[in-house]
């Protein structure tokens, strides 16, 4: 797909060239993909994959890290209204310890594809890094600035990831999970050090590592 990733370096900025270039390709039902949660000391890491109608615009979508978490949960209904499918998946921290987070990152984004029905023929996939899937994909840099598909795909993860950590600090209070969703803030790290890890740290994350408990010999 050498040819193909030259032409798509050239394409304008127009949150809908991606898309529009590889219909002109072929191909039929393209998925943005994305994720949330590589950097919090707690929690999964949430993929989304979205297929949107072709052509579809849909005002506001923007990077879900842009957004007010006002206009996230908005934005979240009006595509979960509007798309042909959407898939999300999620890697837990025990996993993401045993594996790292890069692939976990990965793992999670090819089980959000896997989610899709119907499957898509060809992925617009935020970063640098490929998944491991036979489907043709394409890595944009930056891609939630610059596609609507993995705009969309980011705010369906971060809103799904940020639901399940509001459920998290009932389970666990005290850490205030509902309010930094995992990530360092200097409450969580204090509540850490006050604490201890509980079952949803990632104990091989700096912040939380310092702070396992070795079982006694």
């Not at 590589?38 to 923007?62: C, E, F, N, T």
């Not at 980011?154 to 459920?167: C, F, G, N, P, Q």
Request: proline content about 7%; charged content about 20%.
């Amino acid at each position: 797909m050498t040819r193909q990733d030259n032409l798509f370096d050239q394409l304008p900025a127009d949150t809908l060239a991606y898309e529009k270039f590889a219909h002109t390709q072929g191909f039929q039902r393209i998925a943005g993909v994305d994720e949330v949660g590589r950097g919090p000391l707690a929690g999964p890491v949430m993929a989304a994959a979205v297929i949107l109608p072709p052509g579809l615009q849909i005002p506001g979508i923007d990077d879900s890290k842009k957004l007010s978490p006002l206009k996230r949960e908005i934005l979240f209904d009006v595509i979960t209204s509007k798309a042909l499918a959407i898939g999300t998946g999620i890697v837990e921290p025990e996993v993401i310890d045993s594996i790292n987070i890069l692939q976990a990152t990965r793992l999670a984004m090819l089980n959000a594809v896997g989610q899709l029905s119907p499957l898509p023929d060809f992925l617009l996939i935020d970063g640098i890094t490929p998944i491991n899937t036979s489907i043709p994909q394409k890595t944009i840099k930056k891609g939630d600035s610059l596609s609507l598909s993995i705009a969309a795909a980011s705010i369906i993860a971060k809103v799904t990831r940020d639901r399940l950590m509001v459920e998290m600090d009932k389970l666990y209070p005290g850490y205030g999970f509902a309010g930094h969703k995992g990530y360092g803030s200097a409450l969580h790290l204090e509540a850490i050090r006050r604490l201890g890890p509980c079952p949803i740290h990632r104990l091989t994350f700096g912040g939380v590592k310092e702070h396992v408990q070795c079982p006694s010999s």
